[in-house]
């Protein structure tokens, strides 16, 4: 069984998001460095097309678990939860889209951070299966 640090609806203390455009629903675990995320791809998400996640719905939910790990890391020093806006995609690679039901994780990995910036790699996993992968540059709103 995995450990869960929040899952549903206490993930509001972490992100700014609501729904219905809510794209993580677990952080399972967290360090200074990384993170492990989970959604279980639903009927009723907004980014479900036929029977799939779509690739914006992909890089949504990466965006988002790296707003969970940020969430979190303020959460532990007891401060409010950044607000961030995704500033550029790169090597963003789609192995296979997560069918409705499926339960996908993520890792979130810092490669650098300065000033107001940060550079995150996503890897996105379903079954032991790599569904998508991407680098991802983050911007952080100042207070």
């Known amino acids: 069984m995995d450990k869960v640090l929040f899952k549903g609806e206490q993930l509001g203390r972490l992100i700014p998001q609501r729904a219905p455009i809510v794209m993580v629903d677990t952080l399972f675990e967290a360090d200074e460095e990384s993170a492990l995320t989970g959604l279980t791809v639903a009927h009723d998400n907004i980014f479900c097309d036929g029977k799939v996640l779509t690739e ?17 890391k303020a959460y532990k ?3 409010p939860a950044p607000i961030g806006f995704i500033g550029e995609v790169k090597k963003f690679k789609v192995h296979k ?11 979130i990995t810092v490669i650098s951070e300065a000033m ?6 996503g890897e996105v996993v379903s079954e032991n ?15």
């Not at 889209?97 to 890792?107: A, F, V, Y």
């Not at 107001?116 to 790699?121: E, T």
């Not at 299966?129 to 207070?143: G, L, R, Y």
């Open 77 to 79: 020093k007891n401060l």
């Open 129 to 143: 299966d790599i569904v998508a992968s991407c680098q991802m540059k983050i911007f952080i709103k100042d207070e």
């Open 116 to 121: 107001s910036i940060s550079l995150i790699k």
């Open 56 to 72: 914006p719905g992909i890089i949504e939910h990466i965006a988002q678990s790296a707003s969970a790990f940020a969430g979190y």
């Open 97 to 107: 889209l997560p069918e409705i039901g499926s339960k996908i994780k993520t890792n």
